[in-house]
């Protein structure tokens, strides 16, 4: 794997050497760890002049979960606890490049903070300092084989809670309670943790895109809609679906599934390589908006995931740009009644080329709507 993240820097390298600069430093944790194999808590990663450096506070944990670093890139350890410029490993990295005789630095300015740009600059006042924008970020977009069988397995974690969960008795329990017995499972069954805080809503909270659960309790008659995911070796899926509580939904109920649904559908269909962001997004969008619920509509259809749980790209209306083959990105179209509820389906996919079977979905739990 070591050969992996050596290419990952390189390509960096190459980037920012064409745009005139000797070295770049990366603070943001997700891109540390693509480029480091693991982003110690407050680490800094330098691609020096003559050597790349992982400047470290403390020794790095030795946690699976938490990476290990790479073993062909040299660390520079810092004490814990330290104070000043020597607690800071971004100001300390900016140092080293400068003693490995750089004369200008490329730096995250979208993640550093205005005092740590100052320090930087006040530390190296000899380095002249850019922007490497998001260079890593649009790198990290297209995964290899590797980060794509670590968001399998996450999903098949997410997908193994969320059916334990099913099988068990929903009515009478709080949306909290449900959410937290969903993060337990996914740990038991090996993921790092939750990829975000899991949603459980219920009754005229079902189908509201990031609703944080709340004491109500679940009853008979009502939608559950239910939006988790795993986080396994760093990176992160999602999975979303809506439920009815009882023995039979109600005719309202059974019509805005079936229109979501189709909506999902429409833009899971639309993932191709070449297709337009946009594009993706119109597919599922028309759907519902051609049936008057434009007003319900959630700004965007679907985002990228891996390291983090909302990356590039964003699959949204004034979204510029195509897909590539291998970029995951999930697909979750809903509406939201305000005082009813409603419905959410969410799937995360991998872009493949027709020939190669066409979109790969990850997140394999039923979309039939299930009466619980």
């Not at 269909?269 to 908006?289: F, K, N």
Request: glycine share 10%; charged share 25%; aromatic share 4%.
């Amino acid at each position: 794997m070591s050969e992996v993240y050596a290419t990952r820097r390189s390509r960096l390298r190459d980037h920012f050497t064409a745009a005139g600069t000797a070295a770049a430093l990366v603070t943001r944790p997700a891109n540390v760890r693509y480029l480091a194999a693991a982003a110690p808590q407050g680490s800094a990663l330098l691609l020096g002049k003559r050597e790349d450096l992982l400047v470290c506070v403390g020794q790095p944990d030795d946690r699976p979960s938490e990476g290990r670093p790479d073993e062909n890139l040299r660390l520079h350890v810092l004490p814990p606890n330290g104070t000043g410029v020597g607690g800071d490993a971004a100001v300390v990295a900016a140092d080293l490049a400068v003693a490995q005789d750089a004369d200008s630095l490329a730096v995250e300015e979208h993640h550093l903070t205005v005092a740590r740009h100052r320090a930087i600059a006040a530390v190296a006042p000899t380095l002249r300092l850019g922007d490497l924008g998001a260079a890593v970020e649009q790198l990290r977009v297209v995964k290899d084989e590797e980060e794509i069988s670590c968001l399998r397995i996450g999903a098949e974690i997410a997908d193994q809670a969320l059916g334990e969960l099913l099988e068990s008795i929903l009515v009478g329990r709080t949306e909290r309670h449900l959410a937290l017995e969903l993060e337990r499972r996914l740990v038991d069954h090996g993921a790092d943790g939750p990829a975000f805080a899991t949603s459980v809503a219920t009754g005229p909270n079902s189908g509201r895109r990031g609703h944080r659960p709340t004491d109500r309790r679940v009853e008979e008659g009502d939608f559950l809609s239910v939006c988790l995911g795993a986080t396994y070796r760093g990176y992160r899926c999602e999975i979303g679906r809506t439920f009815v509580i009882g023995t039979s939904p109600a005719e309202w109920q059974i019509e805005l599934y079936d229109l979501v649904f189709a909506a999902q559908r429409a833009g899971r269909e639309s993932l191709a390589p070449g297709a337009v962001y946009a594009d993706v997004d119109r597919a599922a969008r028309q759907v519902l908006d051609s049936a008057g619920y434009a007003e319900a509509l959630p700004p965007l259809t679907g985002h990228g995931v891996g390291l983090e749980i909302d990356e590039d790209p964003q699959l949204a209306p004034a979204a510029m740009g195509k897909l590539d083959a291998c970029v995951p990105v999930t697909v979750e179209p809903g509406v939201h009644l305000p005082g009813r509820g409603g419905v959410r389906i969410d799937d995360t996919l991998v872009v493949r080329p027709e020939a190669d079977g066409g979109p790969e979905l990850l997140t394999i739990t039923t979309k039939e709507l299930l009466a619980l």
